[in-house]
């Protein structure tokens, strides 16, 4: 019997439901990564291929850090069946460790390409025989749903925070804020409890004085997905834009994408719809949506688009040439900034940029007849927290409402799914214990 | 019998660019083409000006291949003003659970922002959602064609295109076979010429070996130092029977860019049975390759274990020759050494399990 010591990649505070997913398996020992700094990013560059995207770096470097300072020797890793990149990153940081000379590094493959075909499953089933133990059923249910659970919070307190920076009348009350609830989500592994956490968002975020007046300027703000998650490699953007008054609209997050491989995503339906002219099928990385969500908050009337995106990545880059060179300004006159990173330029340069922007964005407002004449709307989320507080019987209609939505949308398939791969997956997981091993789930 | 009248009227003239895709599929395209009744045009060979045309109204951060097909459009355009389609592929995934990299996928979406382009021709080879047939008859709507007529077309041009494999796997290097089917002229082999005492094989992209100006000429430059080379094309079909399996120990992972696994199953052979076959590797990659920058970094370490010469290039729009030819010139060099150092006894081969 061996208590394994599992990590992950940090990637901004994705960390509390990665952690959720192992949470209380028995032999398991989840290590929390510690943040990324310039240290584990440079020992990450160092050992890399050369013009690999930026986020392959900086997870090789916290992998690293972690075996070395931390003891840790198995990771959970992504991997996919996609067009971009990012599915081959776990093959290729495990041979590049073993080469290094840490022989014994195992990686655990979240299999990301469909989760409905449960093929992920089998993470759980590689640890089983990594720990030489059983987990229950129950558990792998339970972990599950931590896991969503959680996700759909973390996603939910950033993308208040994005909204509520910019209004606060004491400077850094929203970050204080943020990290006290956080604190509350990583530490509550109660179902029961967690349901009922959104009322808890918004009482705490009530507590920010804000300025309730204020019509502030509208960022869309999008990427690839795990620099705009993690804030060392984007020098925490969201945070800047918020200081410097704008109110940002955060796109996308983990529990979205995942809502996205179970095919319950309505807002990426929606999205892929709006986009369906310009790119007609999903090219990897986030460049579809992105595209939707630019013509939608367009729509809306937003000031600007802030897509940022890790150096040399494929998609990303196919998108951003679409838009750059858009000359038809009929349909594209949203003014968009585009964020190359990878890791080496200091923060000061980009400073000036968004400056730039929001000055730019400043004098639209104030002569540009397409942005000077939009009515502001202020948020649903502002709105329920500051002016019209939930009855207690809406909050409950809301978490009832939010799942079944995610159900009706999935019993509605817009991608082919493989019926007999799941049953098949789904049987030999759950029968492993024993022949009518499906039983063991009613042991609730 | 038709009258010449009436198809000088009838024929839609193409054009096709001369980069991408085109080293890998033209033979195809060619015959799809023409037996749907169409006149192609082809650009001309890569020069400076059209880089200079491509990399101004692509980006920076584009790789230089999709630059280079951005020039060749717009001196397409420039040159046949009367042209009433432009062919643009879209291209998917050829085989099952397989891709093309992102910018393949978003081609004739990227291109419609250049300026004065005309019509673009749509052909989406989508395995995953429809067969290659299906395209060939949307195609064939597009030229005004019926069904029957694509699907004959689709059957011609895929036997064609099999002759022309057969072809290069003769021997017959693929600029060669290309200009054999430009001038419409049945695949003969040329005549051996003399041999170099050491071989190569050269990976990488179609778009990046045969395009002259690009790699500044490489296979030329390997032919001056008296080295033969074979190229992916070349081998024979049997290698590419099973896929590479990238970690055979854990979740059994895929890598699924179609020809990154070309390349991988290419260097499996060579990195097992045909280890005696060739003497070195060279591996051409466009700055900014998504796929190959990790590909590369795989097969740089698989040669390590076996002790294969392994040469990694990188080019991008510059043309500073001295450079290249002086890291070929120490590659070919080194080998020579080595391989006179070897004759006395040969080091114990080590055998790989990953690959």
Redesign the interface.
Known sequence: MVNVRVSFSRMGWSYIFFRGLFHDLPGIEVVDPPLVNTEIVSDGVKNSPEFVCFPFKVILGEMINLYRNYDVKDFAMIADYGPCRAGMYGVIQKRIMKNMGFKDVRMFYLRQDDFRNLEWLRVFRDLEKRTGRKFEDYKILRNTLLFMVKAYYVERITHIEGLVRCREKNKAMTTKVVHTLMNLLDNENNLMKLSNFDRTIDENFRKIPIDKEMEPLRVCYTGEIQVMLEKWVNYDLMGELGVMGIEVHKQYDVFDWVMYKLDASKRRRRLEHKARKYIPMDIGGEAVWNMGSYLESQEKGFDGFCHIFPFTCMPEISFMGMLEAEKNMDKFYMPHIHFSLDGSSGFEGLRTRIEAFHDLMVGNKKNNPLFRDVKYVVPDEIKNIYFKPKSNFEYFVSSIEKPMSMVLTMLNPSKKLDVGFTVKNGLEFFSRNSFFGIGSLFNL | MEAPQQTEKKRIKVGIPRALHFYRYFPFWKKLLEELDAEIVISPLTNKKIVEVGVT???G??CIPVKIYYGQLLRLVKDHPDLDFIFVPRY?SEVK?S?????F??LP??IK???GIPKILNFEVNVKEFPISTAAVELGKQLGKGQNKALNAYKEAQKYFDEYHAFLREGASVNQALRLVQIIRPFTLPKKKSEGDIRFLLLGHGYNIFDTFINLDFQKKLKDQGVNHITIENLPESIFKTPVI??PR??K?????RHEEEIMQAIRYFLTKGRDEIDGVIFLIS?????D??I???IM?DMKVVGLPFLEI?MDEHSGEAGLLTRVESFVEMIRRKKKGLTVGRRNKLTIK?A
Not at chain 2, 99 to 103: G, N, V
Not at chain 2, 253 to 257: A, G, K, P, S, T
């Open positions: 109204h692509g980006f951060e584009l998917v659970d891709y093309f990299c992102p910018k996928l978003s979406d990227v922002i250049l300026p990238v970690n854990g979740a992972l895929q890598n699924y860019w700055f900014a390759c998504g796929p920058s990790l590369a970094e795989l370490r990188i990953s």
